[in-house]
């Protein structure tokens, strides 16, 4: 079963940026995969995501301001995060897409002055 374990956020204000890290077990090579994130009281979104060839689409208020990258071997997927606004908090997650496993815990990003 593949395990997915996210770091990298924290609280940051307005503007600020961050760097998350998602490892994966084993590699994904040949896999899509993407980041997600749920907001308190809203449904899990896609944010980004990037397939074998590393082109990338993004949710349209992501667009110019966060980026996806990814390792192949061990598999990990990245999500620089900058210009960061308040609406940007939530829990991130990253799996696999458009079929995702079995969720990781996530990582809290709260963006707040």
């Known amino acids: 079963q593949v395990q997915l374990v996210e770091s990298g956020g924290g609280l940051v204000q307005p503007g600020g940026s961050l760097r998350l890290s998602c490892t994966v077990s084993g590699t994904i090579f040949g896999i899509y995969m993407a980041w997600y994130r749920q907001a308190p009281g809203k449904q899990r979104e896609l944010v980004a995501r990037i397939t074998t060839d590393r082109s990338t689409k993004s949710l349209d208020s992501v667009k110019g301001r966060f980026t996806i990258s990814r390792d192949n071997v061990p598999g990990a997927v990245y999500l620089q995060m900058d210009s960061l606004k308040p609406e940007d908090t939530a829990v991130y997650y990253c799996?696999?897409?458009?079929?995702?496993?079995?969720w990781g815990q996530g990582t809290q990003v709260t963006v707040s002055s």
């Open positions: 799996n696999h897409y458009p079929h995702t496993w079995s």
